[in-house]
């Protein structure tokens, strides 16, 4: 949904889609599939849920933040947890915003545009 909505409003980034934390981490670090980073290069910004298998999204966010090659890259936080703790956590462990994915699409959609122009365009 977040690919869809970018490209409906004309951002035109590129986007790189991992579908659990480990393969974020491969991913950032240079891992395995994730070695070749004339295909796979590193991200201006990062788009993370909290709520991911294998390693959740709080650890990925700290792995992200202690490491020098990492840390300045904007991790924006999008997940369904409105938990004060997780919310505590993440800004603890330096992430740049935290939002919650709204349950209405339209609400979404504006979200997403939002944060589009925000981190992709304007940043």
Sequence with gaps: MVKRSFEQHK????IYHVDDGQKALDYL???GEYADE???PSP???LLDLRLPKVDGLEVLRRIK????TRKTPVVILTT???DKDIAQSYEYHANSYGVKPM???????LMQDLGYYW???N
């Design 120 to 122: 992709l365009a304007w």
């Design 38 to 40: 004339t295909k796979y």
């Design 104 to 110: 209405d699409f339209s609400e979404f959609e504006a």
């Design 29 to 31: 670090f240079r891992s």
């Design 81 to 83: 947890s409105s938990a």
């Design 66 to 69: 202690s490491d020098d090659k």
């Design 44 to 46: 201006h910004c990062i």
């Design 11 to 14: 951002l035109s980034n590129v």
